[in-house]
Structures are given as C-alpha cells and as structure tokens.
C-alpha cells in the first residue's frame, strides 16, 4: 500500500510552506532517512527525508508552489509502478471530495516510534494539532520505557538549535551549500574515515603530462586529468578500491563493489564547488578520458552539469595546486570508500594524499595505491591505447 508523505510544519506560526526543490526523480528508490523534498518558508529551510524504504512515486506539486501543513507533499510506494489512491489527502480534503480531519492524526514518523515502543497513539497525549516524534520522545523518557522486541534502536531528535549571542540574521543555505551539508552529514556518519599523506617527486608525471600535450596537440596542461585516469584505472585493477559499505551503516551486511568505475572531480566554478562525475572512467583510453574530463569541467564551469554528470561517483579526486595548497584533507563523496588529494609543488617537492573508508580499506591498500598513482605510465603515440603500469 502506498506511503503519504505529509507537508511540514516548520515554524509555529506559519499554516503553509513552498516547494523548494525536489531531490529525487520519480520513480528513483529511496531509503528511510533520504533526503527527498526541500521545503521553505520565509525563515527557514526544511529537508523532507523519506519516512520508510521504497520507490518516489508523485510528488504533489512544483517548485515554488504553496503548500497546507499537513496536506500530502508526496507518495511512497513497494514498487516504483504502483498505483496511488485517486486524490491527495490535502489538510481535510480526501480522496472521494469529502470532508476528512488529520489533525488528530500522529506524524508517520512519530507512528514508527510508537510501533518500536509496542504503543498507540491513544497512549500518548499530543501538544499540538498532530502527535509528533517529541511528544513520544518526552512520554516514553518520562515513564521509563524501553522498546519492544528487536525493533532497531530510532535515532534521537536532533537538538534544537540556538541563535549565537552576537546579533545577527540567518539566512538560508543556498543549493549548494544544502548539497555539500548533506554530503558532510554522509561523511561524518557514515563513514570510517581516514587520511593517509605520501610524499612524492612530480618531476616525472608533470615531465609526462608534458610530452603527452605536445604529443596530442593539448592546448592545457593534461596532468590532473592524466592522474585522475591513472586513479580510475588503479581502480579498475583493484576493485576493493571501487566500493562502498551497504546496505546499512550502522549495521553492515557487506562490501558494496561497484561495476564500474564512476570518477568524480572536483570543480570550482566561482564559488559553488561540483563533483563532476565521468561515467565507466575505467574503461576509457587515456585520450578520450582526457578528452571528456575536459568536457565536463567546461560544463561545470558554465554551471551546465546534468544530474547525471553531477552524481554516482565510486571513487574520487580533487586538486588544491591552483591555489598553492600543500596540504589538504577532502571529505569522501556519499556512498564512495577513497578520494585522493593532489597539492601544489613547492621547491621541487609535493604530497599526495587520500581520505578513505577505513571499514573497507586499511592504511597499506591506500599506501598501494598511492605509491602507484604516484608512478607515469610509460607514453604511447597518438591513437595507440596506454597500458597503466604499476603494481598493487
């Protein structure tokens, strides 16, 4: 049976909100705790996460379109096909035109927890016009209650949070810092993150990168787009490096090894920052890879990235050289176990170093990695393919 998603109620004294986004493309699957639909009101931003496991069937309106509190913002199904009921129970309209009232109704959310503590909603008095999670939150502490049966423990309500003594104003997240806290939040709790620092001499991949321009009549330096091919290709040799913990973090049930490697490069246009993700990178020879990479940073810097080019990424890189970085620590990507940081050369010298998933892999795969990247393949000439050379 389908799932409703109901609209939000972000601040007190607001009765609707407006569609600010949509996260997710119909028919896609989603898990519980997915961000999904972004909603707002004139102070604030909310992200609607998907309540339970299941495939975004409709989502009840468009950008910028006002909301009800409480009126069906969207709807999950089983299958990514299946039918739904036939009208939105919006605020107290139902499906059949006549009159319904929700507002005594519990939260999905809040329905879950119920469940996990084996209660109804008749057992908990609401503070508001619907139960929510808090009201349960604050019954079930007040009596001592521990959940039911094996339910899984339901992580507790974020804090509330307080403005700094300082005056100030708050302003929304713009899209792209909502992307990247989405992403900080997947790094911080979801992963095993580790960083390992390798010292190196580029004279021979920036004499490589050199020939290999010259060779194929480049107008740009090819070099970080050369190492990011060696990276796919370490990958492809190494599939452990290609993966991801699944399907639950918490509760691991195994390695998640991807088919293909997915290469995502970081690109900053101005002041948003894009993953730009080139598609089965591992089975590309050296000068289409080049060629594409190439093609996706101009889309990048035109702020032109498709959904598409812009997600899925198994495996990661990023450069601070440009800016003379000598050392920086990048966050993994959601859902990748590795993302390798190049710096600026300074005096002949330079490191390379790489964040990673310390559930997957451990410091040596890393170091192993490292040390071959940090090797130049030997150059071919032009419309021969380039065997990556090194050893894991």
Same mark, same amino acid.
């Given at each position: 049976?389908?799932?409703?998603? +109901? ?6 004294? !607001? ?39 299941? +495939? ?8 910028? *379109? ?8 969207? =709807?999950?199904?089983?299958?990514? %096909? ?12 139902? $499906?059949?035109?006549?009159?319904? *009232? ?8 809040? /329905? ?10 008749? !057992?908990v008095p609401a ?7 808090? *009201?349960?939150?604050? =019954? ?17 309500? @974020?804090?509330? =949070? ?35 620092? /390798?010292?190196? !001499? ?25 190492? $990011?091919?060696?990276?796919? $290709?370490? $990958? ?22 991807? %088919?293909?490697?997915?290469?995502? +490069? ?21 000068? %289409? ?27 990661a890189f990023t ?26 050369t300074i005096n ?5 170093? @790489?964040?990673? !998933? ?35």
């Open positions: 049976m389908p799932t409703p998603v +109901f609209t939000p109620r972000i601040n007190n004294n !607001d009765d609707t909100v407006r569609l600010a986004a949509v996260l997710v493309e119909v028919g896609a699957a989603v898990r519980a705790g997915d961000p999904m639909i972004d909603v707002e009101t004139d102070k604030a931003t909310f992200t609607v996460e998907a309540p339970v496991d299941g +495939f975004l069937l409709k989502v009840l309106g468009s950008v910028e *379109d006002t909301l009800d509190v409480g009126s069906t913002l969207a =709807w999950l199904g089983d299958t990514p %096909d299946e039918p739904i009921p036939g009208a939105p129970i919006h605020g107290k309209t139902s $499906a059949s035109g006549g009159d319904i *009232d929700i507002s005594g109704e519990p939260t999905l959310k809040a /329905l879950l927890l119920l469940k996990a503590y084996g209660l109804t909603s008749a !057992d503070t508001g016009s619907r139960l929510g999670v808090a *009201d349960v939150e604050k =019954w079930v502490a007040a009596k001592g209650l521990a959940k039911s049966g094996t339910t899984p423990a339901v992580p507790p309500a @974020a804090s509330a =949070w307080s403005a700094p003594d300082v005056p100030g104003i708050l302003i929304p997240f713009t899209p792209e810092q909502k992307g990247m806290a989405r992403t900080v939040a997947w790094h911080r709790d979801e992963a095993a993150a580790g960083y390992i620092e /390798l010292a190196w !001499d580029p004279a021979p991949w920036e004499a490589y990168a050199a020939d290999f321009q010259k060779a194929n009549g480049l107008m740009m330096n090819p070099l970080l787009s050369l190492l $990011a091919w060696r990276l796919a $290709a370490i $990958a492809k040799e190494n599939p452990r490096l290609n993966a991801t913990v699944g399907p639950n973090p918490m509760a691991p049930k195994g390695v998640w090894q991807y %088919d293909q490697v997915n290469l995502g +490069f970081t690109v900053q246009a101005g002041t948003s920052l894009y993953v730009a993700v080139l598609r089965d990178a591992g089975s590309l020879a050296e000068a %289409d890879f080049v060629r594409e990479l190439g093609a996706l940073q101009r889309a990048a810097m035109k702020h032109a990235l498709s959904p598409e080019q812009s997600s899925g990424a198994t495996i450069s601070m050289a440009r800016w003379k970085v000598t050392r920086h620590i990048p966050i993994l990507p959601p859902n990748t176990g590795l993302i390798v940081a190049h710096t600026a002949g010298s330079a490191t390379v170093g @790489a964040s990673y !998933d310390h559930r997957l892999l451990t410091g040596f795969d890393v170091v192993q990695a490292l040390q071959s990247l940090v090797q130049p393949p030997a150059l071919v000439p032009p419309g021969q393919p380039s065997e990556a050379k090194g050893t894991l």
